[in-house]
C-alpha cells in the first residue's frame, strides 16, 4: 500500500460525496414534482411523453397496481430485446455482419439487461450489431434504472403518506427518472467521453496489421452513448469484451475517474434525495454513513490484499513503497495504467453497487482480494447498490435492525413514524431470504451436475468459488464475473436467466407491499421509548445487521471458496 493509492482512494470518496449532496436535493425536487432549472426545457418533453404513452398522470397506482406496470414494463422490454437479438442479422447497422444470437444467449441477455443486471456471456464486439447495442442494450440501461429508482420512490412515498391506498404512477416515476436525471446526465457525460477519444460513429471495423505483422480487426461503433448510461445507470456491461479495461472505453486516467466516481454517483445521491423527502436529512446522512463506511472497508480490505501480492513470488528487490505498480503487488489482470488502487476501487465500488462493470479481471485477484467484491454482492448490494434497487435494499435491512431494535427495549418498532408491525417484518424477511436461496441452490447445482461442471475452468476451491460468484452476481443484478467460469452454454444461460428473474422481481414484489402496508399507517408522534434512527448507534446497528446476516448465511460457502484458497496459498499450495 502506497501513499499515492491511499490519495486516490481518499480523492474517490471525496468527489462522490460533494457531488451526491446536491444531486440528491436536485431528484428529491424532481420526485416531489417541484420546479427545477431543467423544467423549462424538459416539462414539454414530460408532457409529450405522458400522451404518447396515454399515461394520465394524474392518476395514481394501488400497491398491486404499481407492481403489475413494473412486470409487464419490463416484460414487454425482454420480449423486444430478444427479438431484436434473434432478427439482428436482417436489421440494419450490421457492418460486422453479426449472425442471429442463439435462442438460450438471447434469452439470458435479454433478461440480463431488462434486469438492470447485464451479465454477459458473449463479446460485445464479436456479438453483437450497432442496432443490437443501441435498441438494445443502451435503451435498457435508461428504463431498467429508471425502474429502480421509481420502486424506491414509492417505497418512499409509503413511508410519508399516511392512510394512504396508493403509492404513485410507475410510468410517471419511470419517466421522470429518465428525462430529468438519466437522460441528462448521458448526455453531459457521453460528451464528455468523447472529448477523451472514446469512439461515437457508425464505422465498420477496420483492418489494421500491428508491428508484428500480424492483423487485427479494430472494433468501434457508438461506444460513447452506451458507456456513459452503463456507467449512470449501474447497469455494467460493456461494448467491448473486456470491458472498461478496453482503451476505446476507458482510454485516460479522466475517463477512469469519471468511470469510478459514476459507478455509484446517482446511488449515493439517492440516499440524500431519501431524507430530503422524508423531511429528515439525519436519516438519509447515516445511511448513508453506514454505506460509506462499508464501502471505504472493503476498499481497503481490498487494496491491502492486492498489494500484498502472491506470497509464493519473491519480490525483485524493488522497494515496494516506490510505486503502487511495485513487483511486490499483485498485478495479474490489472492494466498498467491504472495499477492497483484504481483497480480495487473500482472492484468494490462496482460490486458495492449494482454495476458489474470492470477495469480489472476479479478472478486474477488474490482469494481474499476477490472475496471482497463477492461479500459486497451477497449483501444484497445495499452498499450504495443500484440505482434505487440498493436503497430500497437497505430500508429492507433497517426495518430488521429497527425490529431487533424494538425487541431489546420491548416496543414495537418505528420506523420514520410508522410502526413495523409482523407483516411488515415477514415481508422484510421474504426479500432477505431470496437472496441465498437463489445464490446457494443455484450454486449447488453447478458445481454437482454433469451439465454444469464443464464451465469451471480451476479446480479446487478456486473453481467453487467461480461458480459461485456467477450466480451470486447473477442474483445481485450484478453481471461481473470470475472470468474463468464459461457460461455460454444452454444450461448456465437458463439458470443465471432465472436467477436474475428471482433476484430481482421476487425482491421488487414484497418491497412494493412494505410500502403498501406502510403507506395505510398513521404517523406515530415520536416518544421517549422511540429508537431514534439517525445517530452513530444505530448506523453501528445497522451495519452489525446486515454483516451477521451475510456472514453467518454466506460464512461456510466462503470459508470453502476464498478463505481457504488464500490459507493454501500461503502454505504455498495452488490449484
Keep these: 500500500m502506497t501513499s499515492a493509492g491511499i490519495l486516490q482512494i481518499v480523492l474517490y470518496c471525496v468527489v462522490v460525496t460533494a457531488g451526491a449532496i446536491p444531486l440528491g436535493f436536485y431528484m428529491a425536487r424532481i420526485y416531489q414534482g417541484e420546479r427545477t432549472f431543467l423544467s423549462p426545457l424538459l416539462r414539454p418533453v414530460e408532457r409529450g411523453l405522458y400522451r404518447i404513452c396515454a399515461v ?34 436482417m436489421l440494419p447497422l450490421n457492418p460486422a455482419g453479426e449472425a442471429p444470437v442463439t435462442p438460450d444467449l438471447a434469452f439470458n441477455t435479454a433478461i440480463s439487461f431488462a434486469t438492470n443486471t447485464n451479465w454477459q456471456s458473449y463479446g460485445g ?12 442494450m443502451t435503451v435498457h440501461n435508461f428504463t431498467s434504472a429508471a425502474t429502480g429508482m421509481a420502486v424506491l420512490v414509492a417505497l418512499v412515498r409509503g413511508f410519508t403518506r399516511r392512510s394512504a391506498k396508493t403509492l404513485g404512477n410507475f410510468y410517471v416515476d419511470a419517466i421522470r427518472s429518465i428525462v430529468y436525471i438519466l437522460l441528462p446526465m448521458a448526455i453531459v457525460f457521453t460528451l464528455i467521453l468523447v472529448w477523451q477519444g472514446v469512439p461515437q460513429n457508425f464505422d465498420a471495423y477496420t483492418d489494421a496489421s500491428t508491428l508484428e505483422g500480424v492483423k487485427q480487426t479494430i472494433a468501434q461503433g457508438p ?23 478496453h482503451p476505446f472505453e476507458n482510454p485516460t486516467p479522466l475517463t477512469n475517474l469519471l468511470e469510478m466516481v459514476s459507478l455509484i454517483f446517482i446511488a449515493a445521491g439517492l440516499v440524500f434525495a431519501f431524507g430530503r423527502m422524508v423531511k429528515d436529512s439525519r436519516q438519509g446522512r447515516a445511511l448513508f454513513v453506514a454505506m460509506g463506511l462499508m464501502l471505504v472497508t472493503g476498499i481497503g480490505v481490498a487494496y491491502w490484499a492486492e498489494a500484498q501480492g502472491n506470497p509464493l513470488f519473491e519480490p525483485l528487490g524493488i522497494d515496494q513503497t516506490i510505486s503502487d505498480h511495485s513487483p511486490g503487488g499483485n498485478m495479474e489482470g490489472k492494466e498498467v495504467r491504472f495499477g ?39 449483501l444484497n448490494e445495499v452498499v450504495f447498490g443500484g440505482v434505487g434497487s440498493g436503497l430500497h435494499g437497505m430500508i429492507v435491512d433497517v426495518i430488521i435492525a429497527v425490529f431487533i431494535a424494538g425487541l431489546m427495549v420491548g416496543r414495537t418498532p418505528e420506523y420514520l413514524g410508522k410502526k413495523m408491525e409482523a407483516k411488515e417484518v415477514k415481508l422484510a424477511v421474504l426479500c432477505l431470504m431470496i437472496f441465498p436461496l437463489s445464490i446457494l441452490g443455484f ?25 459461485l460468484y456467477a450466480y451470486t452476481s447473477a442474483t445481485a443484478n450484478n453481471g461481473s464475473a470470475f472470468a474463468g467460469f464459461s457460461a455460454n452454454t444452454p444450461y448456465h444461460n437458463t439458470m443465471l436467466g432465472l436467477a436474475m428473474l428471482i433476484g430481482r422481481f421476487l425482491v421488487i414484489i414484497p418491497t412494493l407491499a412494505i410500502a403498501g402496508s406502510v403507506a395505510a399507517k398513521k404517523i406515530v408522534p415520536p416518544s421517549a421509548g422511540t ?8 448506523v453501528a446497528l445497522l451495519i452489525a445487521v446486515i454483516i451477521v446476516v451475510g456472514g453467518l448465511t454466506f460464512f461456510p460457502v466462503l470459508a470453502l471458496g476464498p478463505i481457504v484458497e488464500q490459507l493454501a496459498l500461503v502454505a504455498g499450495t495452488t490449484f
Design 56 to 89: 394520465n398522470p394524474e392518476q395514481e397506482q394501488h400497491w398491486t397496481a404499481y407492481a403489475f406496470a413494473v412486470l409487464a414494463f419490463s416484460l414487454v422490454g425482454i420480449v423486444a430485446m430478444y427479438a431484436i437479438m434473434r432478427l439482428q442479422a
Design 125 to 136: 464486439e464479436s456479438t453483437m450489431s450497432y442496432l443490437t447495442q443501441m435498441m438494445g
Design 223 to 245: 461506444v460513447a452513448s452506451q458507456i456513459a448510461i452503463k456507467q449512470l445507470g449501474s447497469n455494467g456491461g460493456g461494448f467491448f469484451n473486456v470491458n472498461s479495461a
Design 340 to 378: 492497483i488502487a484504481n483497480s480495487t476501487i473500482w472492484a468494490a465500488a462496482t460490486t458495492a453497487s449494482s454495476n458489474g462493470s470492470v477495469n480489472a479481471m476479479h478472478d486474477s485477484f488474490t482469494p481474499i482480494g476477490g472475496m471482497v467484491p463477492l461479500f459486497n454482492l451477497m
Design 443 to 467: 450454486g449447488a447445482l453447478s458445481v454437482v451436475l454433469p451439465i454444469a461442471t464443464p464451465a469451471i475452468a480451476a479446480p479446487g476451491p478456486h473453481g467453487l468459488t467461480e461458480a
Design 531 to 538: 429508537f431514534p434512527t439517525h445517530g452513530w448507534l444505530f
